[in-house]
């Protein structure tokens, strides 16, 4: 799956798990835990409201809030518009840093998902631009 594009794109834009171990790997240091794979099939449903409590450390954000917002546009979701919202301006800094690392630095995702830009509004609220997808990532926080 890592040499053919083709069977790459086929498999991860129909599971989000697939999506996460190829494009994320660097982030899987031991076997996917059966707690994981539950956070990651919620998501695969599309669930309006999910609640998600967890140990530090056990993946959480790198799921939630890295892989499945890319996902979600990517995937067969499709989505257009997704919103992350944090406690604090600085979780919401930290996530927006995360992201924008991520898609600037991981050459797999880069390669699919690109071209990608980065805009600041009024509200101090941040956004990374898909135009490739006709898409968008807003990051906010409860204190904006």
């Known amino acids: 799956m890592a040499q053919d594009e083709v069977l790459r794109r086929a498999i991860t834009k129909e599971s989000h798990y697939w999506f996460f171990h190829m494009y994320f790997s660097d982030y899987i240091t031991c076997p996917t835990a059966d707690f994981q794979k539950k956070i990651i099939d919620l998501t695969e449903n599309d669930e309006s409201l999910v609640i998600i409590q967890a140990f ?24 257009k518009f997704v919103v992350i919202f944090s406690r604090t301006q600085k979780q919401a800094k930290l996530i927006f840093s995360n992201l924008k690392a991520e898609l600037e630095h991981n050459k797999l995702l880069a390669h699919n998902l690109g071209p990608f830009r980065e805009e600041s509004n009024e509200w101090n609220s941040s956004t990374i631009v898909l135009p490739k997808h006709n898409a968008r990532i807003m990051i906010s926080s409860n204190e904006q």
């Open 56 to 79: 530090r450390g056990s993946g959480k954000s790198t799921i939630v809030s890295m892989s499945y917002p890319i996902w979600a546009i990517l995937g067969k979701q499709q989505k």
